[in-house]
């Protein structure tokens, strides 16, 4: 899974999570990014925040 490719010990990035953090549960993580995109696809649109 590309989650757990991330880098440990670079700076975040625009959204200001570290790394850390999105690898601390690969599980929870994958949930929610499962969540974002369904909404994208369905909306054909990024949110805005």
């Not at 999570?17 to 990024?46: H, N």
């Amino acid at each position: 899974m590309a989650i757990r490719q991330i880098k440990s010990g670079k700076a975040a990035g625009p959204d200001n999570i570290p790394a850390e953090a999105i690898k601390a549960d690969v599980a929870v993580t994958a949930r929610i990014l499962c969540i974002i995109f369904s909404k994208i696809w369905v909306e054909k649109q990024v949110p805005k925040d």
